[in-house]
């Protein structure tokens, strides 16, 4: 007899605990998984604030993932759950704390429902043979590695040796270990669908692949071709957490790979990577992604040796058009990476200009160890936090002591640097003279390498060499035209030079590879703020919120979008939230000091200057929050000595005088004019 299941009752929905279920007037919500895993945290521990590192670890156990999953999940969350009857959310954010479900719940039990089965597509169905699989392979429902390694004759490259039966050890292993789940929850055991056929039919079927359907040439009665595509993150199977950052790199790696055909749009790694640890359908990931083919696959890293397995799926089928095993010695791992990339393009029929494939085909080596440094560094980069970049600075330095010509470890250095020179998180004497040098290393080792090129944009932004900056941006878009991060990078420097439509189509370009990432879906909405279009900035600004709620970059920019409406009350109402996630104290906002002498609060301006001027006795604080309440106040003389001062402090503000809307009652002067030619403006 079964168990009465338990069932939980808030509104108009009852959430079902053991089917991981939400449903609605009787009809299934359709959530992704972790998003259910979530609801029904939040739901168990109802009036609780639940942190959310503890969520973190609870939904992706073992597995690194970033705040934006969890952020992500909350938004789909309370969009689908709308608003209780009283109009408040059903989940409540603590800043820089957690979550709270706050409204009241009732559990009852009930006998578990007919409930139709829906099939869930593996990430990783790949069934590889001893010859790359055409097309008409049917997708199999088999790990990567057990497929690998039962594939008759599979061409792993090189003769068995005591690094590869550890390799095939570690998949044994981790087949046969069950990732832990949050205590409640029932587990679910997926079986492979069993299809029995008859031995002659099978021959037949065999048979008549080879002898027609493998003959037919590519397109005739075919499906559309394929001209965008996804890397999903490939699974870590060797066993070790702690190689989730080689996982991660080998994605990248991937995606940055196939990024440089031009005729492929390839989706950047931000959005992918919010599907990290996820089953969810292929075709609700294409869907959202807006692609036709998805690669999947997974990794095995054991010493100096590595394994990758990857097939390439139609999406919306779910046909496995092509999957194949490679293992090399991790100093061959580039090699490696453009192979795959190269059997892909092909299966994608895509067009590969003379220059594409010299670039993809040129040989590549590399120290092991250095490039193990590497990928940490770019696992800590990718955080984008000032935390995360002074870890990366760590290994690339690393990755440059074990190889000193290693012009990708150079150019992520310089990346970091920079980053931490941009964000004003450290004094531009102290890190941009590193910066430049290494980014000049990368590009004399490797002036092919478009990460070279972009890190040089970055570097020569930050010291005002525009022109340098914009050829360094255009050179790492054309040598690698899905390059999300160089389109975004020349996206917001052609905002410093007032070229509003070249910026908005460049961001456009970066939101088409990267939809998901919250820099791509803000750097958008800034682009349009730039411009003055104020309605759009706004629409775009709220959908970024959408997805990610706790961020308070973009909601501070709402709040400005709004206040050029001279929607006063609303601009407070999203700034004060920015202030508030981000930890900072209003009573020292410079920004709300600023709209209160816009519109005649004089006195409380005031109030937040003295503040201001008496905590720089005994902290630093830069001289263009000073210019900005002065010019607030219509104190012209006193803004204009401030900005003269962020001048000489090389403000990252600078850059924005020639845009910046609040500092347009200055225009005119001549002592303004010249600060925007010194710092190399229009």
């Given amino acids: 007899m079964n168990q009465p299941r338990v069932i939980y009752e808030f509104g108009r929905f009852r959430l079902d605990r053991d089917a991981h279920l939400l449903l609605s007037g009787g009809e299934i919500i359709a959530l992704e998984p972790k998003a259910v895993e979530v609801l029904l945290i939040l739901v168990e521990k109802r009036g609780e604030l639940v942190a959310r590192q503890e969520l973190m670890t609870a939904v992706w156990p073992d597995t690194f993932?970033?705040?934006?999953?969890?952020?992500?999940?909350?938004?789909?969350?309370?969009?689908?759950?709308?608003?209780?009857?009283?109009?408040?959310?059903?989940?409540?954010?603590?800043?820089?704390?957690?979550?709270?479900?706050?409204?009241?719940?009732?559990?009852?039990?009930?006998?578990?429902?007919?409930?139709?089965?829906?099939?869930?597509?593996?990430?990783?169905?790949?069934?590889?043979?001893?010859?790359?699989?055409?097309?008409?392979?049917?997708?199999?429902?088999?790990?990567?590695?057990?497929?690998?390694?039962?594939?008759?004759?599979?061409?792993?490259?090189?003769?068995?040796?005591?690094?590869?039966?550890?390799?095939?050890?570690?998949?044994?292993?981790?087949?046969?270990?069950?990732?832990?789940?949050?205590?409640?929850?029932?587990?679910?055991?997926?079986?492979?669908?069993?299809?029995?056929?008859?031995?002659v039919g099978l021959l037949v079927l065999v048979l008549a692949y080879r002898a027609g359907w493998r003959g037919r040439p590519r397109g005739v009665g075919a499906e559309a071709q394929i001209g965008a595509i996804a890397v999903l993150p490939l699974e870590n199977l060797s066993g070790d957490p702690g190689q989730e950052y080689f996982a991660d790199g080998m994605t990248e790696a991937l995606t940055a790979d196939l990024a440089q055909i031009g005729t492929l749009r390839v989706i950047a790694r931000a959005s992918v990577m919010?599907?990290?640890?996820?089953?969810?359908?292929?075709?609700?990931?294409?869907?959202?992604?807006?692609?036709?083919?998805?690669?999947?696959?997974?990794?095995?890293?054991?010493?100096?040796?590595?394994?990758?397995?990857?097939?390439?799926?139609?999406?919306?089928?779910?046909?496995?058009?092509?999957?194949?095993?490679?293992?090399?010695?991790?100093?061959?791992?580039?090699?490696?990476?453009?192979?795959v990339a190269r059997a892909i393009a092909v299966e994608v029929q895509a067009k590969v200009t003379t220059e594409e494939q010299t670039r993809l085909a040129r040989s590549r080596s590399v120290d092991a160890d250095a490039y193990d440094a590497y990928l940490k560094g770019r696992y800590y980069y990718n955080r984008f936090t000032v935390d995360g970049f002074a870890k990366s600075i760590e290994y690339f330095e690393q990755a440059i002591q074990r190889a000193p010509n290693y012009a990708s470890a150079y150019a992520g250095l310089a990346d970091a640097l920079a980053?931490?020179?941009?964000?004003?998180?450290?004094?531009?004497?102290?890190?941009?003279?590193?910066?430049?040098?290494?980014a000049t290393k990368a590009l004399a080792m490797d002036d092919a390498l478009p990460e070279a090129h972009a890190a040089m944009a970055l570097v020569r932004a930050n010291d005002w060499e525009r022109s340098t900056a914009e050829r360094e941006a255009r050179t790492a878009i054309e040598l690698n035209p899905g390059f999300s991060l160089a389109h975004l990078i020349y996206s917001n420097m052609l905002r410093h030079l007032g070229r509003r439509e070249e910026s908005i189509a460049e961001a456009k370009r970066a939101l088409e590879l990267d939809p998901l990432s919250p820099l791509t879906n803000e750097e958008l909405a800034d682009a349009q703020l730039s411009a003055r279009q104020y309605d759009a900035a706004i629409e775009q600004y709220q959908k970024t919120l959408e997805l990610y709620p706790d961020q308070p970059a973009p909601r501070d920019s709402l709040g400005w979008a709004y206040v050029y409406k001279r929607m006063y009350d609303q601009g407070l109402e999203e700034i004060r939230k920015s202030i508030?996630?981000?930890?900072?104290?209003?009573?020292?906002?410079?920004?709300?000091?600023?709209?209160?002498?816009?519109?005649?609060?004089?006195?409380?301006?005031?109030?937040?200057?003295?503040?201001?001027?008496?905590?720089?006795?005994?902290?630093?604080?830069?001289?263009?929050?000073?210019?900005?309440?002065y010019v607030g106040m219509g104190k012209k003389k006193e803004a204009l000595w401030w900005l003269e001062k962020a001048y000489n402090e090389h403000s990252p503000m600078m850059a924005w005088l020639e845009v910046d809307q609040r500092f347009d009652s200055l225009r005119q002067e001549p002592r303004f004019q010249d600060l925007v030619r010194r710092v190399g403006l229009p």
């Fill in 580 to 629: 508030a996630l981000y930890g900072e104290d209003p009573s020292l906002s410079p920004e709300i000091a600023f709209i209160y002498a816009t519109t005649g609060r004089n006195a409380e301006a005031q109030q937040i200057l003295d503040r201001l001027l008496n905590t720089s006795q005994t902290a630093p604080i830069a001289a263009h929050h000073f210019a900005l309440i």
């Fill in 274 to 339: 919010q599907y990290k640890g996820t089953k969810q359908p292929l075709a609700q990931i294409a869907q959202r992604l807006n692609v036709e083919g998805i690669v999947s696959g997974s990794v095995v890293h054991s010493g100096h040796r590595v394994r990758i397995t990857a097939a390439l799926i139609r999406a919306a089928t779910g046909q496995q058009l092509w999957a194949k095993t490679y293992e090399r010695n991790l100093g061959d791992i580039l090699d490696l990476q453009s192979e």
């Fill in 65 to 199: 993932v970033e705040d934006n999953n969890l952020s992500s999940n909350i938004s789909i969350l309370r969009k689908q759950l709308g608003t209780t009857e009283d109009g408040g959310d059903y989940i409540q954010t603590i800043p820089k704390r957690g979550y709270r479900f706050v409204a009241a719940v009732k559990q009852v039990e009930s006998q578990p429902p007919a409930v139709p089965s829906v099939p869930v597509v593996s990430p990783v169905p790949v069934v590889p043979s001893d010859e790359e699989a055409g097309p008409g392979v049917a997708p199999a429902e088999v790990s990567a590695p057990e497929a690998a390694s039962k594939a008759p004759g599979n061409n792993s490259g090189g003769s068995s040796t005591s690094a590869e039966t550890s390799l095939v050890a570690a998949d044994t292993s981790v087949r046969a270990t069950s990732a832990p789940k949050r205590q409640g929850f029932l587990e679910f055991v997926r079986r492979p669908r069993l299809v029995m056929m008859a031995s």
């Fill in 419 to 438: 980053s931490l020179e941009q964000i004003g998180a450290a004094r531009p004497e102290d890190v941009h003279p590193r910066a430049l040098e290494a």
